[in-house]
Each structure stands twice: as structure tokens, then as C-alpha cells.
């Protein structure tokens, strides 16, 4: 009798408790409002790992201490979970007011039941749009031509290679590869460098099924990948493609395709590079500080250079660039607006915001500030190299309009078609019809 | 003439010894190979706890398997997030959404499990067969409904998502679990109370609930344990930072989208997040296996 005693005051506990606990759960939490010209609470949602968390959140404490009556709520996610979190609750009409935003995945999001059309806020000054270069702010449209985010960084991919190896080859007679350089020049120099590197180092990471560097190729030699929803490369580059990394590949100057997997991985502690078991792979350049201290506790004394891709037979760059930026949610109450709008400007423009942010998510889209940054003694040089090179390649790069699910699309699709060539499952024109195939399907399906 | 067999004590010594040794050699072999087996399962989570506990430059430097410098800075770095977060936060979080999951599953389950195990009423097996299938609905088909749901009636951002179905007997997994239980359990007790005069709540709260406790400490780690490695739902229903759990903050130390991971964090942290549900295992551990050893999940 005693225990069941016992058991009613556990079992009542409990209950109190998850009252007590429900009733915390509905209670909202809002900040306290004070005088000022601006106030009200934004959702603001972003992408990244623990040192962007905290770059962003001293950047949120900053605008909140300029304005004491506007409080920001924080949702981050990671890189992944961030896209599947911002589509479902894009499916109720719940996205954040302020959207972390990129161009390549812009075409999924850019209709205005989602994000809110700026035009007219950069028209009415709202938005300051100053010092953001035309290509990279036209980049931010949707395919309705509205302007549908703000972008405050750019990236690009190029190739990182371990320059200690480089100079090894260079002594022993290889010719430095200086840039622009042709494709064909590039695999001359991977090949002539393989024996100079250490055991086991491959030249170079199969790119075969890299969609940064095949973008690149089909720009490069004159085409474009997309028109709209539609596949606008031809089949004989495709197949152009697949027989290069394959002409490399059996004459081992990059890995086997087994470890070209296996090492794919995004995470930079695991690649290749990081690890000393290539000379060169293709990687955004905003990893190199991550990369040089990876290096740096692996191989002491190493350094790591970033160069552009190849340009095409006439010197046709084709690398592309792509953006970072701010949109605002279609949901966003009127209110809100003015806040959002001036928690983007003072993201894009406020020196010392970009300042903390040191081009963390893409080179500061302001040149000022982006040269500010580089010439700033206190910038790490891995993080100058990166800001000199796009500021090397921004006129000459040809952004990509990536259609809605273009970007994945072509990942995956080239992904497997490059996968079967490389293990002897499909010729190279096979894989070329597959990829053509498999990827036009995806973007119709997209586009429905 | 029938002849006597003899044996030779000294032969049969030595027999019975020869059968000793061969015993304790396979003895000895098999011991060694599940020794190994279990080196080889338990050597990523050492390695892990290794990781944990060395600087985290040389996480993926050194090529050691026991580190050259310890540290407890991982711990440090990673319970402090960033800004104001910390894990001390996200831990009192999951904790208060599991406790809710469980009395919710323990309270609920077990009522809709009494009633088709124990009750007679008309629709009984349509409504079994019904609930039987809805653990054959994909998560995927109602996401957004449920979404879209939670959202109209402004629960999104509150644990309330996460915690109130489970009140509602949600789990239709855990009633089968206790349905199969419960009609294992003696008629004639609850005949007797039927004599004695009991309603249908006290026959359920003071015979067939406590008979039931395997089943519902098998319920309760299970449920323990789905909703503290719950990731996705967390994902979505708390967005706002202070409201996030576990599962979720452990996803922020890496960025796969090109910037900076920490490893030291996320291993220092993971260590850490074991604990509970090794805690919870081994405290319940009788209960479990008699209870899955009583349901014919053997």
C-alpha cells in the first residue's frame, strides 16, 4: 500500500512537471521593446559550422547593440538540414524573414509566394545596393528577372595544390605551370610532375565527376550548360570530358576510381590535399585557411597555392561564379520590413561587420571592402591569397544561371554517369547519353 | 568365460586431462575471438575518446593511436557553443522533451494497450489492423501535413509537436509491444477484480499496470532513446537557437558547405551525449531484458 503510495506521488510529480514544462513551452519569447526609430523581432537563418555561428552571432550583437529595440532570433542549421528546415517551412508560409540565400540553389526558391521580389526596396533605397558589382547583384535574380536576395559574398572553385611538390618538380626541370593555362596544357604538366611526387601521391583528384570543373570545361570551350530548364551542352563535349579523365586516369595521374570516391569527401580533414596524398585538387578557395592548418599539423613546413582552372583551346575562361546573400521571406509581416532591410544593409556594407565576418561565406561582395580586407596586416594570408584571386578571375568569370534542382541535378547525374566510365561500365559515349538523359529528366521534373 | 574389462586409472587421468586441455584451448580460442570482434566494434568509439581528449590540430595530424599531448580543451570549447550557448542549455532541453515523451508513451500506450488486449468492443480488430498500419506510413508522407498542421494552430517553435502526440498513444509500435504483453497476463487476476467490484480504470492502474513493468521499462528506453537521437523533428519543430536539443547542436561543429569544422568540439561532445543514454540503459537494463525476453522479441 505504501509502495502504491509512493508510486501516486511519483506519477503526480511527473504530471506537475509536464504542466509546468507545457506551460514554459507555449509561452513566446520575445524581446522587451524599447524607444527607437527601429524596432521589432526578425527570424534570421543562416548555414555553417561552430567558427561562422560565431562570427554571425557577434555580427547579430553588434547590429543589436546599434539598434537596442530590434531583436533578432537566431535559427542555424547545418549546411544540409539549413535547405530541408527553409523548404518545409516554406510549404506553410513560415520561412524566416531574413533567408540565407546562394545562386545556385536561388532557382528553387526565387518565386514570389517565397521570397520577396527587392526591386522595388532597392528602387525606393531601402536596400543599399551600392558597391555591389552589376554581374554579381544580377546573379541574385530569379528566372521571373526579379531580384531576390542581396549578396554580401562570392565564391568561386579553383584548384589548391601543395606548392612544396610544385617546387620539387620546378628543380627538377618541370616547367612551372603559369597562368592561363589550356586543358591540355594541364594534363602535360600532371603528367610530367607524377614522378617527382612522393609514393603514392596522385598528381591530381579525378574530376570527372567534379560539376565545378565540368562547368568549366563546357564554358570553356564555348557552350553553356543551361538554357533555362533545358541541357544546352552537346554530347561530344560530355564525351570530350569523360575521355580526358580518362586518358589521365590509366596513365595513373589520378587516383583509382575507388579511392576518387572514397576521398570525395567535403569534409577538408579528410581530403586529399589536407593529407598529402595529391598534389592538386579542385576546392572552394575559402577553404584554404582550413586546409593550410590541416596541413600544417599533417606536413610542417608545407604550404598550399590556389590557381584558376584551365581556360579553353582560344583562352575561354570558364570558371563560374557564385553568391551568398540575404533574401527576404514572402512571409515577412510589413512591420518586419524595414528591420530585415536594415539588418541587410548592415550586413553587406558596414565595414566592421565585414570585418568580423572576414569573407567567411564567399569574398565580401564590395570590392572596397574586399581590398580593404586583403590589405589589412591583421588578414590571414591564406585569406588574402583567396581575395586576390577573385579579384583576378571576377572579370573574366561567366556566372551559371542554375536552373530550380540544377545544381543537384547536375551533381548527381554526373556523379554516376562518371562513376560507371570510370569503372568500365559504360564507354565514354554511354556515359555522355546517360548523363544528357538522366539530368534532362531531373530538370523537366524540376521545372513541373 | 565373460571377461572383465579394467581400465587403467593412470589412462583415464590422462584422458580426462587431454579432454580438459582441448576444453579450455577452444575455451581460450573463442574468448580470443570475441575479444577481437570486440576490439574491432569498439575501436571507433576509442578512438573517438582518444580523439576527444588530443588537441585538435592533432586530430587528423597524428597518426598515433594514443595521443602525445592530452587536453580537456575540446570539452571546454564545445559545451561553450557560441555567443551565450552552451550544451547545459540543449541538454535541460532534451531532457524535459524526453521526460514529457516518455510519461506521455508510458501513460498513453499502455491505456489504448489495455483496451485491445484486455477489453471486448465492436470495431476492435479493424481499429488494430488500422493502428498496425499506420507503422507502415513513411515520416515522409506526413511531414508537411503535420507541418503545415502544427503551424496553423501555432505550436511550430515549441516542444509541444514533439511531446503531445505522444499523449495521444502516437506510438502505435509501443501498443503493440505492451498489446502482445498484456495478453500474456492471467484473465483470473483480473477476474477476481472483477468480483471484487473494480472499474475498468482500477483493473487497469492496479493489476495490469504493474504487472506490466517490463513492458513499460521497455518503453520507456525506447522511447528514451528514439526521442533524445530524434534529429529531424527537433530540426524543423524548434528552430529558434535556445530551443534547440542535442541531436541538433551536435550537427553545428561541422561544415560540409566549405568553412571550418571542429572536430575536438564534436567528439568532446558526443562522448559527452553518450552518457544519458548509456545511463538510462544500464539502470534499466533488468527491466528491458525481461521485458523483451517476456514479448517474444527474442
Keep these: 500500500m505504501q509502495e502504491f503510495r509512493l508510486k501516486k506521488r511519483v506519477a503526480g510529480s511527473l504530471l506537475a512537471t509536464s504542466i509546468l514544462a507545457l506551460s514554459m513551452a507555449v509561452l513566446p519569447n520575445g524581446a522587451a521593446a524599447q524607444d527607437s526609430d527601429l524596432q521589432g523581432e526578425i527570424r534570421f537563418s543562416w548555414w555553417g559550422g561552430q567558427v561562422r555561428n560565431d562570427k554571425t552571432d557577434r555580427i547579430i550583437q553588434l547590429f543589436e547593440g546599434q539598434h537596442p529595440n530590434v531583436s533578432i532570433v537566431r535559427e542555424n542549421a547545418d549546411w544540409a538540414p539549413y535547405w530541408e528546415r527553409l523548404t518545409i517551412q516554406s510549404t506553410g508560409n513560415n520561412q524566416p524573414c531574413a533567408i540565407t540565400m546562394q545562386t545556385r540553389w536561388l532557382a528553387t526558391y526565387a518565386r514570389p509566394d517565397i521570397l520577396m521580389p527587392l526591386d522595388e526596396l532597392v528602387e525606393n533605397g531601402t536596400l543599399d545596393v551600392s558597391g555591389i558589382p552589376e554581374p554579381v547583384l544580377n546573379s541574385a535574380r530569379g528566372a521571373d528577372g526579379n531580384l531576390y536576395m542581396i549578396p554580401h559574398g562570392v565564391f568561386y572553385f579553383a584548384l589548391m595544390y601543395n606548392e612544396q611538390m610544385a617546387q620539387t618538380a620546378a628543380d627538377a626541370g618541370v616547367a612551372p605551370l603559369e597562368y592561363p593555362y589550356t586543358w591540355d596544357e594541364f594534363a602535360e604538366y600532371l603528367t610530367a610532375i607524377l614522378p617527382h611526387l612522393p609514393e603514392g601521391a596522385a598528381s591530381v583528384h579525378n574530376m570527372g565527376r567534379e560539376q565545378d570543373a565540368f562547368v568549366t570545361w563546357v564554358q570553356s570551350h564555348g557552350e553553356d550548360v543551361f538554357d533555362g530548364s533545358n541541357v544546352a551542352f552537346s554530347k561530344d563535349i560530355a564525351v570530350q570530358w569523360f575521355e580526358y579523365w580518362e586518358a589521365l586516369r590509366t596513365a595513373g595521374v589520378t587516383e583509382p576510381p575507388e579511392v576518387m570516391i572514397s576521398d570525395n569527401s567535403a569534409l577538408i580533414e579528410e581530403s586529399n590535399i589536407a593529407n598529402n596524398r595529391g598534389f592538386m585538387t579542385n576546392r572552394p578557395p575559402n577553404q584554404l585557411g582550413s586546409v593550410q592548418t590541416t596541413v600544417d599539423t599533417v606536413s610542417p613546413g608545407t604550404t598550399i597555392g590556389i590557381t584558376p582552372y584551365p581556360v579553353g583551346p582560344d583562352g575561354t575562361v570558364g570558371m563560374d561564379i557564385g553568391a551568398n546573400g540575404i533574401a527576404i521571406g514572402a512571409s515577412c509581416d510589413e512591420a518586419q520590413i524595414p528591420v530585415a532591410a536594415e539588418w541587410i544593409n548592415f550586413w553587406t556594407q558596414n565595414e566592421e561587420a565585414a570585418g568580423i565576418y572576414e569573407s567567411d561565406n564567399g569574398v565580401v561582395s564590395i570590392p572596397a571592402l574586399a581590398t580593404a580586407q586583403a590589405e589589412d596586416p591583421d588578414t590571414q594570408p591564406t585569406q588574402v591569397q583567396h581575395i586576390e584571386l577573385y579579384q583576378q578571375i571576377i572579370d573574366t568569370a561567366n556566372p551559371v544561371f542554375w536552373p530550380a534542382g540544377g545544381y543537384q541535378a547536375l551533381t548527381d547525374t554526373l556523379n554516376r554517369a562518371y562513376d560507371a566510365v570510370a569503372f568500365g561500365q559504360l564507354t565514354p559515349e554511354q556515359g555522355a547519353d546517360q548523363l544528357i538523359a538522366d539530368l534532362q529528366q531531373q530538370l523537366s521534373q524540376a521545372a513541373r | ?298
Design chain 2, 1 to 298: 568365460m565373460a571377461t572383465v574389462k579394467t581400465y587403467d586409472p593412470e589412462l583415464l587421468r590422462a584422458e580426462r586431462r587431454k579432454r580438459e586441455n582441448i576444453r579450455r584451448l577452444k575455451g581460450l580460442g573463442l574468448h580470443a575471438l570475441l575479444i577481437t570482434i570486440l576490439g574491432v566494434m569498439l575501436y571507433p568509439v576509442i578512438w573517438m575518446v582518444l580523439s576527444a581528449l588530443r588537441p585538435e590540430t592533432e586530430i587528423f595530424g597524428d597518426m598515433g593511436f594514443i595521443p602525445t599531448n592530452w587536453t580537456l580543451e575540446n570539452f571546454v570549447r564545445g559545451w561553450q557553443l557560441y555567443g551565450d550557448l552552451t550544451f547545459t542549455q540543449f541538454y535541460v532541453n532534451s531532457f524535459i522533451i524526453c521526460a514529457l515523451a516518455i510519461i506521455g508513451n508510458l501513460l498513453a500506450c499502455s491505456m489504448a494497450a489495455y483496451a485491445f488486449a484486455r477489453l471486448e468492443f465492436r470495431g476492435k480488430w479493424w481499429l488494430f489492423a488500422i493502428m498496425l498500419g499506420t507503422m507502415m506510413l513513411p515520416i515522409h508522407v506526413q511531414l508537411i501535413p503535420q507541418y503545415i498542421f502544427f503551424l496553423n494552430i501555432g505550436w511550430v517553435n515549441t516542444i509541444l509537436p514533439l511531446v503531445v502526440p505522444k499523449f495521444l498513444a502516437h506510438d502505435a509500435f509501443f501498443i503493440f509491444l505492451m498489446v502482445q504483453f498484456m495478453r500474456s497476463l492471467p484473465n483470473e487476476l483480473e477476474q477476481a477484480a472483477i468480483v471484487d467490484g473494480a472499474s475498468y480504470w482500477q483493473r487497469y492502474w492496479r493489476i495490469i499496470l504493474p504487472l506490466s513493468m517490463p513492458a513499460l521499462a521497455t518503453t520507456a528506453v525506447f522511447t528514451f532513446i528514439n526521442t533524445y537521437n530524434d534529429f529531424f523533428s527537433q530540426l524543423i519543430y524548434l528552430t529558434d537557437t535556445d530551443r534547440m536539443t542535442v541531436p541538433v547542436a551536435l550537427r553545428l561543429f561541422l561544415d560540409p558547405s566549405g568553412g571550418s569544422s571542429s572536430f575536438g568540439g564534436l567528439f568532446a561532445m558526443v562522448l559527452v551525449s553518450i552518457g544519458p543514454v548509456l545511463g538510462f540503459f544500464l539502470a534499466s537494463q533488468r527491466l528491458l531484458t525481461k521485458g523483451i525476453a517476456t514479448q517474444g522479441f527474442k
